[in-house]
């Protein structure tokens, strides 16, 4: 059983805003924040409703380094660290779409000799080093890029980086932008909601798109302790399996989930019948299929 870590500051921005007051007051609202818009960058956003951010974000190379070091700024700021304090934090980022949306456009809409050049300045792993760089830490940095589960395995790693004392402290960022291809591939597969997404009913037709990005600091219980930082909440454990049943579809027996869920309960130290609340991210195919 590993030991528990704290997590000492949070930052989010979506569609609905920026900060975790503009994410609580839509849930509380019920507020939708989907539309359709006519982006010459996403062709298919004048048909689909999707989620933009709408709000103003820092100078980056990328959209989605900018959403990344917008969330990762508001939760250093949350944790009460100045620049001063980030030396030793670590950064670990999860996201899928890193420079694509900038690179698509090099591609697609400008001079192609120069889509190669602009493709390696877009690479995931240069997302971090941007982020951690604009953010000023300075800890170790690592990239993952694992689809839907690349914000969470981000949080494990962040985790792990703390317990094995690597770093005190580690900002965990899952970010992604909107691109073309992520709207065209998910488009192909059926599995946009033409009326965007309406959970928990039995008509819900599907999913919808939108960009955002969410941090978390992890931190060592001690070291939050010493320098008089409040939690917010605490991470007790977690479990990460790879499952590569189908390209689109996870196991029908949730195998690979059961384990990853089993690990998580045992890292924690805590028996299923205590867990009252559970939230299973999942993408089926769509009922029209």
């Known amino acids: 059983?590993?030991?528990?870590?704290?997590?000492?500051?949070?930052?989010?921005?979506?569609?609905?805003?920026?900060?975790?007051?503009?994410?609580?007051?839509?849930?509380?609202?019920?507020?939708?924040?989907?539309?359709?818009?006519?982006?010459?960058?996403?062709?298919?956003?004048?048909?689909?409703?999707?989620?933009?951010?709408?709000?103003?974000?820092?100078?980056?190379?990328?959209?989605?380094?900018?959403?990344?070091?917008?969330?990762?700024?508001?939760?250093?700021?949350?944790?009460?660290?100045?620049?001063?304090?980030?030396?030793?934090?670590?950064v670990i980022i999860g996201s899928c779409t890193a420079g694509i949306t900038e690179s698509e456009r090099?591609?697609?809409?400008?001079?192609?000799?120069?889509?190669?050049?602009?493709?390696?300045?877009?690479?995931?792993?240069?997302?971090?080093?941007?982020?951690?760089?604009?953010l000023g830490c300075g800890g170790m940095q690592s990239t993952h890029s694992v689809a839907c589960a690349s914000a969470a395995a981000a949080i494990a790693e962040a985790a792990e980086v703390v317990r094995s004392g690597i770093a005190p402290m580690a900002l965990a960022i899952g970010a992604d932008a909107l691109t073309r291809l992520t709207m065209a591939g998910f488009a192909s597969l059926q599995l946009i909601d033409p009326n965007g997404c309406r959970p928990l009913i039995r008509e819900r037709g599907g999913m919808s798109l939108g960009e955002g990005a969410g941090a978390l600091l992890i931190e060592d219980a001690e070291h939050a302790r010493a320098r008089g930082a409040s939690p917010r909440a605490t991470l007790l454990g977690w479990g990460l399996r790879s499952d590569a049943y189908h390209a689109t579809r996870p196991d029908p027996h949730g195998t690979q989930l059961e384990r990853a869920v089993g690990e998580a309960l045992a890292d924690a130290g805590v028996t299923p019948a205590a867990i009252g609340y559970v939230c299973l991210l999942y993408t089926s195919p769509s009922p029209r299929d």
Do not use: K, N
């Open 106 to 134: 090099d591609f697609l809409d400008g001079d192609r000799e120069r889509a190669w050049p602009s493709y390696r300045r877009q690479q995931t792993h240069r997302l971090t080093a941007m982020v951690a760089r604009v």
């Open 1 to 90: 059983m590993g030991a528990a870590l704290a997590i000492t500051g949070l930052g989010c921005v979506g569609a609905p805003g920026a900060g975790l007051g503009a994410q609580a007051q839509a849930l509380g609202l019920g507020a939708c924040h989907l539309a359709t818009r006519d982006d010459p960058r996403l062709p298919l956003a004048a048909r689909l409703p999707i989620g933009q951010v709408a709000s103003p974000l820092p100078r980056m190379p990328s959209r989605t380094a900018a959403l990344a070091a917008h969330a990762g700024a508001q939760a250093l700021a949350d944790a009460g660290l100045t620049r001063a304090c980030r030396g030793e934090v670590a």
